[in-house]
């Protein structure tokens, strides 16, 4: 069984779980399926908007997909929901991330 079928499974016994869909996400963006990785990454921020690991990964996913505007503002959301929580760490990689890509 593979990791993705093994998280489906979990998911069916625990469908609202933000760990479980974002592991799913990651595992779609390593098989190159950014359809259905944006899709769990949008519903995770969506119902959980404090899971802040989330914001990085659909950002970087929005970068490689040339949607820089809304990359920018998924950056920037972010920004604002790691202040709330006072996350220090996911706050300057979300800015980091940002600042590369308004200079370039």
Excluded: C, W
């Amino acid at each position: 069984m593979s990791r993705i079928e093994k998280l489906q499974d979990f998911l069916q016994t625990s469908p609202g779980d933000s760990f479980l869909q974002h592991a799913l996400a990651l595992e779609y963006v390593k098989i190159g399926d950014d359809a259905a990785a944006r899709n769990l990454f949008e519903s995770v921020l969506k119902k959980d908007p404090g899971y802040t690991g989330s914001y990085y990964h659909l950002g970087k996913l929005l970068e490689r997909n040339n949607d820089t505007a809304a990359a920018i503002e998924v950056y920037k959301t972010g920004m604002a929901e790691t202040k709330k929580a006072d996350d220090r760490h996911a706050y300057n990689e979300l800015q980091a991330a940002l600042e590369e890509l308004e200079d370039y």
